[in-house]
Nanobody, 114 residues
Framework: QVQLVESGGGLVQPGGSLRLSCAAS????????LGWFRQAPGAEREFVAR???????NYADSVKGRFTISRDKSMSTVYLQMDSLKPEDTAVYYC????????WGQGTQVTVSS
C-alpha cells in the first residue's frame, strides 16, 4: 500500500521559515514526480511545486523565489523549504506523488500569523 506521510507543519510568524518533509513508501514503481499542493479554507486545492527524478522543478508563481523543493536521489522523500512566509501561505499542504497514478498524503497544517 502506497503511503505519503508529511511532517513539519506548524505556526510561524510572517517572514519566518518552515521545512516540510514527505516520506513515500509502498510503491512497487518509482515515482516520476513528487510535489506539493495546498488548500486554504474555502478555496480549491492548488499546485505549489513539483520535482522530477531528474531534478527538474516547477513552482507556482505565488511561491517562486521563496519556496524550494528538493528530493533525495531515490525519490522516496521530498522536501519543501518555505522562506519569507506570508499570511496568504496559510493552508493545509499536501504531498503528491505520481507513479503512474497519483497518490496523496493526509496533509499538514501551515499557519502564518503574528
Amino acid at each position: 500500500q502506497v503511503q505519503l506521510v508529511e511532517s513539519g507543519g506548524g505556526l510561524v510568524q510572517p517572514g519566518g521559515s518552515l521545512r516540510l518533509s514527505c516520506a513515500a513508501s509502498g510503491s512497487r514503481f518509482s515515482f516520476s514526480h513528487l510535489g506539493w499542493f495546498r488548500q486554504a479554507p474555502g478555496a480549491e486545492r492548488e499546485f505549489v511545486a513539483r520535482i522530477t527524478g531528474g531534478g527538474t522543478t516547477n513552482y507556482a508563481d505565488s511561491v517562486k523565489g521563496r519556496f524550494t523543493i528538493s528530493r533525495d536521489k531515490s525519490m522516496s522523500t521530498v522536501y519543501l523549504q518555505m522562506d519569507s512566509l506570508k499570511p496568504e501561505d496559510t493552508a493545509v499542504y499536501y504531498c503528491w506523488g505520481n507513479a503512474g497514478v497519483s497518490y496523496w498524503g493526509q496533509g499538514t497544517q501551515v499557519t502564518v500569523s503574528s
